[in-house]
């Protein structure tokens, strides 16, 4: 089966957003490409030339988390919504409290972490940067 991993969009907060996922998830930049980095770029506005191409961040064998930042200068606009979630599935508890304390701080807690009715512990929110993340720890098989 093909994998999937999350794309994630930002208007020019990639590089910030990722340095918090970095220090929240552990690992290394598998990439990290600047606007300036490609072909055809030279028009591209001097504030807009920093911004992320393409980053991505392994959060484990499976799993890359990856984005770029907009251009506006090219008429891209970020819609943020709640369309789209990020859902972490943990090996503990611990581990869900650990990631839901570092990825909400500054956000907005929809859910804390909590026993949720249908028996997982589960919590959600959006982060500092308008990305929603899910965060669930089952002890079953789903």
């Given at each position: 089966?093909?994998?999937m ?7 020019g ?12 998830f ?11 980095d ?5 028009n ?37 919504g ?15 409290d ?31 940067f308008?990305?929603?993340w ?5 002890t079953?098989?789903?």
């Open positions: 089966m093909a994998k991993n999350p794309y994630l969009n930002f208007d907060q990639a590089e910030e957003a990722f340095n918090l996922y970095k220090s929240v552990g690992g290394e930049f598998l990439m990290v490409s600047r606007m300036s490609g072909p055809g770029m030279e591209v506005p001097e504030n807009e030339k920093n911004r992320i191409m393409h980053i991505s961040l392994p959060i484990n064998a499976d799993t890359i988390l990856m984005a770029s930042d907009i251009l506006p200068s090219f008429g891209h606009v970020l819609n943020k709640n369309s789209m979630y990020i859902s972490v599935h943990t090996e503990s508890r611990e581990e869900a650990r990631l839901f304390k570092g990825l909400s701080e500054g956000g907005e807690i929809e859910m804390p972490m909590e026993d949720a009715f249908w028996g997982d512990y589960f919590g959600s929110f959006a982060d500092r308008g990305i929603r899910m965060i669930n720890y089952s079953q098989q789903h």
